[in-house]
């Protein structure tokens, strides 16, 4: 890797999950394990492996196969399916990490792992909105929602986010592309080809890198972070304000639990979108500034293993938010997801004359 990489004349950027292994990648180095980071990168993959596949497999089984289909198991069993698809294949990722990022599997693996990765996390963060909207809407409309509120709808709605996930990580497919290494031509880089050719150094084309760069990273912040999350904080802003006009005691487990998956979401994601950002903006300057390029060669990485965790620990919290700690030790995992699960109704803890029992109930799945 020669030492002008963060110049604007290399092809590869690496805030695509796949990529940011080489920031920190020293070709003096005999062996990728030598690396601190490399070392944490494999432990958490591999961790992110093992815990996602069991644990979000287990969930598809339990939300798909052995509960009743509601709306809530509808949107868990989404959740869970993108998780699991995600982790499935970061064996991908733990192979070619150690193998000093040489990747072995071909073009199209290269283009589907990317893909992949980018379809978990449009998917994940649009499902997550249309949850906080769905419990919005329970909120300020109960009796409405009981009435219309039906998993066939959920079904429709959650095709509808896979869709729109898949087209907004298509363009992953498209510019990810194959080459032999800069330090090394016996082994193969999996990365970024926004020139689509071989010629990165001419003047028009650089242009056009650096333009393209920009779009996929400005459009992946925007429409895969920084709205969503705007809608998600409205929705739950709004909830707080009603539930706490309404003096409401307590919120249904479902109502918890998925509180706590954004949040996790946000704190796995943030960094990674705010690394991508500053190294967009590495990119762009003309003399890029050594600062910058130091905490990228360590924050990257660390940001990235941290998106990674976030598809393994959703199936975690559904456990341990399900039931106190000891009681979760006591039960079997069946019993513990089906009753985090459960849809539970709320009550008030204030009773005024003549409250409606559909009104009563109306916040039975917040």
Same mark, same amino acid.
């Given at each position: 890797?020669?030492? @002008? ?13 796949? @990529? ?5 990648? $020293?070709? $003096? ?25 069991? *644990? ?11 509960? +009743? ?12 399916? %993108? ?45 997550? &909105?249309? =949850?906080?909207?769905? #419990?919005? /809407? ?10 219309? #509120? ?5 079904? /429709? ?41 071989? @010629?990165? @150094?001419?003047?028009? =084309?650089? !242009? ?13 912040? =925007? ?8 809608? =998600? ?10 539930? +706490?006009?309404? #003096? ?17 979401? !946000? ?31 360590? *924050?990257?990485?660390? %940001? ?14 559904? &456990? ?6 000891? $009681? ?39």
């Amino acid at each position: 890797m020669d030492a @002008d990489y963060f110049t604007t004349e290399n092809p590869l950027n690496v805030t695509d999950l796949n @990529d940011s292994n080489y920031y920190y990648y $020293e070709e $003096e180095s005999s062996s990728v394990l030598e690396s601190p980071l490399s070392i944490m990168s494999l432990i958490v993959y591999s961790l992110a492996f093992l815990l996602g596949v069991t *644990g979000n497999g287990l969930v598809i089984w339990i939300t798909g196969f052995k509960m +009743k289909k509601t709306v809530n198991t509808i949107w868990f069993l989404n959740l869970a399916i %993108a998780d699991f698809i995600f982790t499935f294949f970061l064996p991908l990722n733990i192979i070619y990490t150690a193998l000093g990022f040489h990747w072995p599997f071909g073009r199209f693996m290269c283009k589907m792992n990317t893909t992949i990765a980018f379809l978990n996390m449009f998917a994940s963060v649009y499902l997550l &909105v249309v =949850i906080s909207i769905d #419990r919005c /809407i329970s909120v300020i409309y109960p009796v409405w929602s009981q009435n219309h #509120r039906r998993p066939r709808i959920a079904s /429709i709605i959650s095709l509808v986010v896979w869709i729109v996930a898949f087209v907004l990580s298509s363009p992953y497919f498209a510019f990810r592309d194959t080459a032999p290494a800069m330090d090394n031509i016996n082994k193969t880089n999996c990365y970024n080809n926004f020139a689509f050719s071989d @010629d990165y @150094d001419s003047e028009d =084309i650089v !242009f056009l890198r650096i333009m393209r760069h920009q779009a996929m990273v400005i459009t992946r912040v =925007i429409l895969g972070f920084f709205v969503p999350f705007s809608i =998600i904080l409205v929705c739950y802003t709004i909830i707080g304000l009603r539930l +706490k006009q309404n #003096r409401l005691a307590k919120t249904s487990k479902p109502f918890k639990i998925i509180i706590a998956v954004i949040v996790i979401f !946000f704190l796995c994601w943030a960094p990674y979108h705010i690394f991508g950002l500053l190294e967009m903006v590495m990119h762009a300057m003309k003399e890029p500034s050594d600062n910058i390029n130091t905490v990228l060669r360590f *924050g990257i990485p660390i %940001a990235t293993s941290l998106a990674f965790l976030n598809s393994c620990l959703n199936p975690i919290l559904y &456990v341990f938010m399900g039931h106190d700690f000891k $009681e979760t030790v006591k039960k079997s995992i069946l019993s513990v997801l089906e009753t985090a699960f459960t849809e539970e109704s709320v009550h008030s803890t204030s009773t005024v004359n003549g409250r409606s029992k559909s009104k009563s109930s109306s916040y039975a799945e917040l």
